[in-house]
């Protein structure tokens, strides 16, 4: 047991029992992070802070909310909406973060591939991030369900519906999902317990893991530059601030940080107050209604890309039904990104897409491809669009058959990296 | 401090991350719902297809040719001391709609369509989808006292005109124009008609209107109640022919329900993001002095 002595004052004597200081060095004023990065490196701390917000106002919608088919509407667009004090700013905090979490989602991912953030001893930042990504996602649709609106009951009408594709279970699975043989109270029950505890629960866990697993490998830095951390670190810590390529997460990288997340703030509040309709779908303020199939279903934005891979398949093809070849399809979308870093075949070096050419087109024409996909995954499919929604789809699945090719052929003709 | 090369190498991405973004706002917001939810004309508060009629109404003979006409046979003009001729109940049974008491009529109805309605009521309402001589519509049409129609019809407008209040709350004229099928639950109105005959009679339980604002704003409101066809072609909502300022204080009792917090969101806004802004270049200015010793 450790030597316990009277303490000089409350910081002592916390850090004879918890190692306060030794804490605070670790996880703040000697955690390295490289200098030489841009505000792209802010999305996590962004990322967090919507996360909170999200959880804060979730605690409160949380205390007036019905999990119940017959006044969960009513719940939210009375009691919270109208009732209770500023309880519209707590649901638009919560409906707009969850849109907005995405889209800094989405950039942080982009940033990862594009600086290379993913390879090279990094493989598990992507991985939990990854998980993570297909938790927000569970949370979201689970989420959207609560206000029990038309696009609620017909959106879990139709993603639910998607496991019936499964063979053999599938129509088992889609009941058992349910809770029932449609979409009905159990189902909004056990979404609710999803969306409030479970999910959260496994989102802390896996946050944790990220963080964590950057800590060995360390965060990645515009040029890709292999730093040695333990050096650069002597030489701030030596009083060369100048010199060295690191700065401690507290207070120079967070200085930085709170900065960018005051400007996401600032627009996030305009939107939750002025320009919330994109988050808060309209249609989804009328009462959710099994005799009245809405004319456009569509998801929220951020599942559009993959939808239209479910949809991009709208013929048969050799005897097998558009269907089930949408469903592989969408199968696949989903796992594709998870193994991301396995199918970068240049495993030895790492460097910013702009360093990489073939790369660097495989980039843009991805980023270019997926809001094709976004944009025509919520257009009516039919006639062009549905043909343009085809090609970008095949778009989609050739860009990571090649993946592996391209990555392969960089690694040999420039002799192990394109720096 | 930062040099001057990389503060342009920052802005230049994110230059970038709002021009994709950008894109796919536009995409998936104005874009896809202008696909989504074709365009349709303006509202025509003149109602133009029903014509109009150049004779002038006279509201003392308008009296007389009302009471002729049999309208208190259905309607109760509780303006004029005339109640209705049954309970809601009954009137429900009978007709699969309450009647409406023509009180405020002739101020909340356009006087083209009331003349309009009177004379040919499916035409007027564009019901004739729905209404035909196996199914009769339950108002009766007017056929004349044997004078000229068109004269009588003025009359019996003009008459209307001159019992209705000049001026009428939001709240009332909802209540006259649409309480008859609808609810408004959030304000504690329910449909005057049963709503068991209110189904048999338009073949679906019209909807609450507490929320509409939100799911259809403004826009869509203002075409759709003038001519709900135009939007929801086939539907069995009638054209009620409200007067466009009748209309807009219907609109705006639905957004007063509706979007209770409008007003308190909006002037909160301002000052969330005032706050944030002063946060915004409080940490501006921390972070430039804090880099200002790593550079």
Redesign the interface.
């Known amino acids: 047991m450790a030597e316990i002595r009277k303490a000089t004052g409350f910081i002592d004597w916390l850090d004879q029992r918890l190692a306060v200081n030794k804490f605070i060095k670790v996880m703040m004023t000697e955690y390295w992070i490289p200098k030489n990065i841009n505000f792209l490196w802010a999305m996590g701390v962004v990322l967090m802070v919507l996360f909170m917000v999200l959880i804060v106002s979730g605690i409160f919608l949380l205390m007036y909310y019905k999990p119940d088919i017959k006044l969960a509407f009513d719940s939210v667009n009375y009691t919270i909406m109208q009732e209770v004090e500023y309880g519209w700013l707590w649901r638009h905090m919560h409906g707009v973060a969850a849109s907005v979490i995405f889209l800094v989602i989405y950039i942080h991912m982009f940033t990862g591939i594009y600086y290379g953030s993913y390879k090279k001893g990094r493989e598990l930042i992507w991985l939990t991030g990854m998980a993570l990504f297909g938790m927000f996602s569970a949370e979201a649709f689970s989420g959207y369900m609560l206000p029990w609106g038309q696009m609620s009951y017909w959106a879990a009408q139709v993603i639910t519906n998607l496991f019936g594709g499964i063979p053999v279970i599938g129509e088992a699975l889609v009941v058992w999902i349910r809770g029932d043989f449609l979409v009905a109270d159990a189902t909004l029950t056990r979404f609710f317990m999803l969306h409030v505890l479970l999910l959260p629960l496994v989102i802390l866990l896996l946050i944790a893991v990220h963080f964590y697993s950057l800590r060995v490998p360390h965060v990645n830095n515009q040029e890709a530059e292999e730093l040695d951390f333990d050096a650069e670190a002597k030489k701030y810590l030596d009083g060369k601030k100048v010199e060295s390529k690191v700065v401690p997460f507290w207070p120079v990288f967070l200085s930085k940080d709170f900065f960018v997340v005051g400007v996401a703030l600032t627009v996030f509040f305009y939107l939750v107050c002025f320009h919330y309709d994109f988050a808060m779908d309209p249609i989804n303020f009328d009462p959710a209604n099994n005799m009245k199939t809405p004319a456009h279903i569509y998801p929220e934005w951020y599942f559009l890309w993959s939808y239209e891979v479910l949809r991009g398949f709208f013929f048969d093809i050799g005897g097998i039904a558009a269907m089930d070849i949408g469903l592989a399809a969408f199968g696949f979308a989903n796992v594709i990104f998870m193994v991301f870093p396995f199918l970068d075949r240049n495993t030895d070096h790492v460097a910013p897409a702009h360093k990489r050419p073939a790369f660097f087109i495989w980039f843009w024409v991805l980023l270019v491809d997926m809001i094709v996909l976004t944009v025509y995954g919520k257009l009516p499919p039919t006639g062009a669009n549905a043909w343009v929604g085809f090609g970008a789809t095949i778009v989609f699945i050739t860009l990571f058959i090649v993946l592996p090719i391209i990555t392969k052929m960089e690694a040999k003709c420039c002799h192990g990296g394109c720096k | 401090m930062l040099s001057w090369g990389l503060q342009m ?2 802005l230049k ?2 230059a970038v ?1 709002i021009f ?2 950008a ?3 536009f ?3 104005p ?2 719902h202008s ?2 939810h074709p365009h349709v004309a303006p509202a025509d508060f003149a109602f133009k297809d029903l014509g109009a009629t150049e004779k002038k109404g006279d509201a003392a003979k308008g009296a007389e040719t009302f009471l002729s006409a049999g309208c208190i046979g259905c309607h109760g003009v509780a303006a004029a001391n005339m109640p209705a001729p049954m309970d809601n109940a009954s009137a429900s049974a009978t007709f699969g709609v309450v009647p409406p008491d023509l009180s405020s009529a002739g101020a909340i109805y356009d006087k083209n369509f009331l003349a309009a309605l009177i004379k040919e009521p499916t035409k007027a309402l564009k019901v004739e989808h729905k209404f035909n001589e196996t199914r009769p519509h339950p108002m009766i049409q007017f056929f004349g006292l044997g004078g000229d129609l068109d004269q009588e019809v003025a009359d019996i407008v003009a008459y209307l005109q001159s019992i209705a209040p000049a001026s009428i709350d939001d709240k009332k004229v909802f209540a006259d124009a649409c309480q008859r099928c609808h609810d408004m ?2 304000d504690k109105l329910m449909s005057t008609t049963d709503k068991t005959a209110l189904m048999a009679y338009m073949g679906t339980t019209p ?2 209107l ?3 604002i ?4 403004n826009e869509y409101l203002t075409t759709f109640i003038n001519n709900p066809q135009k939007q929801l072609a086939g539907t069995s909502m009638p054209r009620v022919g409200l007067t466009e300022k009748a209309q807009n204080q219907v609109v705006a009792y639905m957004d007063k329900v509706g979007d ?2 409008k007003a ?3 002037s ?2 301002y000052k ?2 005032a706050y ?2 002063v ?3 409080l ?2 200015a ?2 430039v002095k ?2 200002k ?3």
């Open positions: 190498k920052e991405i994110l991350v994709f973004t894109v796919v706002y995409g998936v917001e874009f896809a696909q989504m639950k959030y909807p609450d507490s929320v509409m939100r799911s259809r704003g209770r917090k308190e969101r909006e909160l806004g969330l993001i944030m802004l946060f915004t270049l940490a501006y921390w972070k804090i880099w010793q790593v550079h």
